[in-house]
């Protein structure tokens, strides 16, 4: 079970060594512990070393950039992950998080918004720790798909690996999470820990028409996610962990 915060340990991912140690400073004075990296190269040696809770990865990184070594980081490991960026386009924002980034913070940054951001993604992660709460690590299944959430990967009922986005997939969690009930965008905005626009607009329209594509390719089952006209969705399918 991941360790709740404020004892969770947070590994800081910057070339800037005045960031790294703002950062670091700001998390021990909150009760974090902290290590430092200032490339994938100490990074990898870190995650080596120490259980890391939390990464905060800045995206410009000499060599392997932030993005390179999040989808890196992807393919093995479910860590939380906080992209720090300088950069303004929205573009690079999306790509972090389709990578499978759980939440990203714009340099300058407000130390307080930070904090809040660490703690906010600590908590999502427990609670998806947590058997009596979330899925955690039991496989599950839903109108004869199979998911293994410790792989990350979703079999469909011909045995096929159906692909998935980290928003496409984090989408699935948030339905197989609260069966058979309505959830507003604004609902599953926060479930799936996308926040790359304001929940006014239409994006999680489209997140959710893509993952149903994905669900209904080849005559595969469908109806598994209705619209709810006004109020939202609602995932139609039996859940069960095995």
Do not use: W
């Not at 058979?180 to 489209?206: A, C, F, K």
């Amino acid at each position: 079970m991941t360790i709740l915060e404020p004892e969770a340990h947070v590994l800081v991912v910057d070339d800037d060594a005045d960031v790294r140690h703002l950062l670091a400073r700001l998390l021990r004075e909150n009760g974090y512990r902290t290590s430092l990296a200032r490339d994938g190269r100490e990074m990898r040696e870190s995650l080596g070393v120490h259980p890391i809770d939390l990464i905060i990865l800045d995206l410009m990184l000499p060599g392997r950039s932030g993005l390179d070594l999040c989808r890196e980081l992807r393919a093995t490991s479910a860590v939380p992950i906080i992209m720090l960026t300088a950069k303004g386009e929205d573009t690079d924002r999306v790509v972090g998080l389709e990578l499978g980034a759980d939440d990203y913070v714009c340099k300058p940054f407000n130390p307080r918004e930070l904090l809040a951001r660490v703690r906010s993604v600590l908590r999502r992660t427990s609670a998806r720790s947590d058997p009596d709460q979330a899925i955690g690590g039991r496989k599950i299944e839903f109108a004869d798909y199979l998911l293994d959430p410790q792989r990350r990967e979703l079999t469909s009922p011909d045995g096929v690996a159906i692909d998935l986005s980290g928003g496409e997939y984090d989408l699935l969690l948030a339905f197989i999470e609260h069966p058979n009930r309505v959830l507003s965008r604004e609902q599953l905005l926060e479930l799936s820990r996308n926040r790359m626009t304001d929940p006014s607009d239409r994006s999680i329209d489209v997140q959710v028409s893509r993952l149903r594509r994905k669900l209904e390719a080849g005559g595969r089952t469908v109806g598994l996610i209705k619209t709810v006209r006004g109020a939202g969705y609602f995932f139609v399918p039996e859940v069960r962990r095995q």
